[in-house]
């Protein structure tokens, strides 16, 4: 059985560990639910910490005189800069940490799909943008998985958030041992992965372990990091999730039948056609690799991104936008 360390991960405190929405209410979420054994979360409400109680009065972010500011309507208080500074403080102050999950919609903690409102009454939105605190958390923490609750209903967003998390913490850990034996060793286990996000990235990150220059240890993990985020910024495409399996495939091509061969092709053939999901031909392939004892692909994190306890293939369709 693989191990994998827990993900440290920021979380909006209503979704499933406090009642503190401005109505009083909390809002249970299965896939947050599922993550609790599997990563450490750190919950926080920017709204509670900055002295609004539960329940509370809404708030909303209204533009005035081209600048954004985050108004409760009903007393009209100016909550911008109690807001500003308690997210820079506390966003500052964050060690270690691998991702957020956050409220979608919130005027604190939205990450996209925030309203913004006109100063005049009864005027319908006049646009959307991330909360004050969410985008604190885009601009401090981009290396970051950062999504919200909304989003990780799809399932090529949930996916790609998890092999982010999980792969953040193990490439931290490996930095954090000091050891080039083990960044070389987690290059190896990442290559097919890093072939499906991003070939350009593959061969920059292979020169960095390289290290023909022999830079020190701290200069070049930092690099390896900032190319190995950017290298899984975005979703792999099928296509090239497609080479992967067909290059994993090559593995096996003594060993298989006939048949076996044309069924695997045809569920590809199914997967471009998005009529198959990405874990069924995984789960083909990891077959084999147990089957036929393949130790470099056992090794692949490409198959074994993240807990196995953690794979579904439910997808509402909500969420598309990558």
């Given at each position: 059985?693989?191990?994998f360390?827990?993900?440290n991960?920021?979380?909006?405190k209503?979704l499933?560990?406090?009642?503190?929405?401005?109505n009083?209410?909390?809002?249970f979420n299965?896939f947050?639910?599922k993550?609790?054994?599997?990563?450490?979360?750190?919950?926080?409400?920017?709204?509670?910490?900055?002295g609004?109680?539960?329940?509370?009065?809404?708030?909303?972010?209204?533009i005035?005189q081209?600048?954004?500011?985050?108004?409760?309507?009903s007393?009209g208080?100016d909550l911008?800069?109690k807001?500003?500074r308690?997210?820079?403080?506390?966003?500052?102050?964050l060690?270690?940490?691998?991702?957020?999950?956050?409220?979608?919609?919130?005027?604190?903690?939205?990450?996209k799909?925030?309203?913004?409102?006109?100063?005049?009454?009864n005027i319908?939105?006049i646009?959307?943008?991330?909360?004050?605190?969410?985008?604190?958390?885009?601009?401090?923490?981009?290396?970051?998985?950062?999504?919200?609750?909304?989003?990780?209903?799809?399932l090529?967003?949930?996916?790609?958030?998890?092999?982010?998390?999980?792969?953040?913490?193990k490439?931290?850990?490996?930095?954090k041992?000091?050891s080039?034996?083990?960044?070389?060793?987690?290059?190896?286990?990442n290559?097919l992965?890093?072939?499906?996000?991003?070939?350009?990235?593959?061969?920059?990150?292979g020169?960095?372990?390289?290290n023909?220059?022999?830079?020190?240890?701290?200069?070049?993990a930092?690099e390896?990091?900032?190319?190995f985020?950017?290298?899984?910024?975005r979703?792999?495409?099928?296509?090239?999730?497609?080479?992967v399996?067909?290059?994993?495939?090559?593995?096996?091509?003594?060993?298989?039948t006939?048949?076996?061969?044309?069924?695997?092709?045809?569920?590809?053939?199914?997967?471009?056609?998005?009529?198959?999901?990405?874990?069924t031909?995984?789960?083909?392939?990891?077959a084999?690799i147990?089957?036929?004892?393949n130790?470099?692909?056992?090794?692949?994190?490409?198959?074994?991104?993240?807990?196995e306890?953690?794979i579904?293939i439910?997808?509402?369709?909500?969420?598309?936008?990558?």
């Open positions: 059985m693989r191990k360390n827990c993900p991960i920021v979380v909006s209503c499933g560990f406090e009642a503190v929405r401005y009083g209410a909390i809002i299965d947050i639910e993550l609790k054994s599997y990563v450490n979360f750190v919950s926080i409400c920017p709204e509670m910490e900055i609004l109680g539960t329940p509370r009065e809404p708030i909303r972010i209204v005035s081209e600048r954004l500011k985050l108004i409760q309507p007393t208080q911008t800069d807001m500003n308690f997210s820079s403080k506390f966003l500052k102050s060690k270690n940490i691998d991702g957020f999950i956050l409220k979608s919609r919130s005027p604190s903690c939205g990450i799909d925030v309203k913004i409102h006109s100063e005049k009454e319908p939105s646009g959307k943008g991330a909360g004050f605190f969410g985008g604190k958390v885009l601009d401090l923490h981009a290396n970051c998985a950062i999504e919200d609750e909304g989003r990780l209903l799809n090529k967003i949930r996916e790609h958030f998890l092999t982010k998390i999980f792969a953040f913490t490439l931290r850990e490996t930095i041992s000091g080039m034996r083990q960044l070389v060793l987690f290059h190896a286990q290559k992965l890093l072939m499906a996000h991003n070939q350009k990235e593959l061969r920059n990150l020169k960095i372990v390289a023909h220059d022999r830079n020190k240890f701290e200069m070049l930092k390896y990091d900032e190319h985020r950017l290298a899984i910024t979703p792999a495409r099928d296509g090239a999730n497609i080479n399996f067909m290059h994993a495939l090559g593995y096996f091509s003594d060993e298989l006939s048949r076996e061969k044309k069924y695997f092709l045809k569920t590809l053939e199914d997967f471009r056609k998005k009529k198959a999901v990405f874990a031909i995984s789960g083909i392939v990891k084999w147990v089957r036929f004892e130790e470099y692909l056992q090794s692949q994190s490409f198959f074994y991104p993240y807990p306890e953690l579904e439910i997808d509402t369709g909500r969420g598309r936008e990558i």
